[in-house]
């Protein structure tokens, strides 16, 4: 069964929160979520699968194999969690909705920080509900190290509450428990699941771009495999 968050106030630490397809997860993924853990001073970060992402095509792999892979690739680290509950609703899967049922849990006091990178940021603005994002959670956005974030947003709705809400360092994601827009710099790595699944799609190994056990499930499974 998949580990829930812990339900506490703002003494269990910051909890990040790491949306995504993860079709299928890999390398970049448990990067950004350890790095993060550390620079932006997290005590956990809870990985929420989406089950019908409305933003983009529809994933190639069921929620339920996308589930699996997940909870495969984060056992054995105590700093993740995996939550299902995007995977096994019907509904499409909104952030606004997801961040209130965590807030839900883990009470008003407990930092979330969504855990965005720089292409999903720059589209906030076409987010459902986007505004009542600052109201649940901070927002951390992964750069590459010496990126200027600033200096790639327009004059918008977006531009105008990065200049009222930008925080500089873990230190402004503990003092309140939602509002912020913290960038922060990640080790770059060159990998992409769309990529991985071209390369299996074309009978190509992707092994050590992803973890064994997730190569492993997705052979067994076949999934990705373009010659079926």
Known sequence: ???????????????GVLGGTFDPVHFGHLRLAEEARSVLGLAAVCWLPAGLPPHRAAPQASAAHRLAMVRLAIAGNPGFSLDAGETLSAAPSYSVPTLERLRAQ????????????VDAFLGLCSWHRWRELFG???????????????????????????????GSSAASIGEMPAGRIVPFGITALDVSSTGLRR???????????????????IAANRLYNSHD
């Open 1 to 15: 069964m998949p580990r829930n968050v812990q339900t506490d106030t703002s003494d269990a630490g910051p909890l």
């Open 106 to 117: 883990v009470g008003p006091r407990r930092p979330l920080v969504l855990l965005l990178g």
């Open 136 to 166: 649940l959670a901070h927002l951390a956005v992964a750069t590459r190290p010496g990126y200027s974030l600033a200096g790639e947003l327009k004059e918008d709705a977006l531009a105008e509450e990065f200049r009222l809400r930008q």
């Open 199 to 217: 390369e299996i799609g074309a009978g190509r190994s992707p092994r050590y771009l992803l973890p064994d056990p997730v190569l492993d499930y």
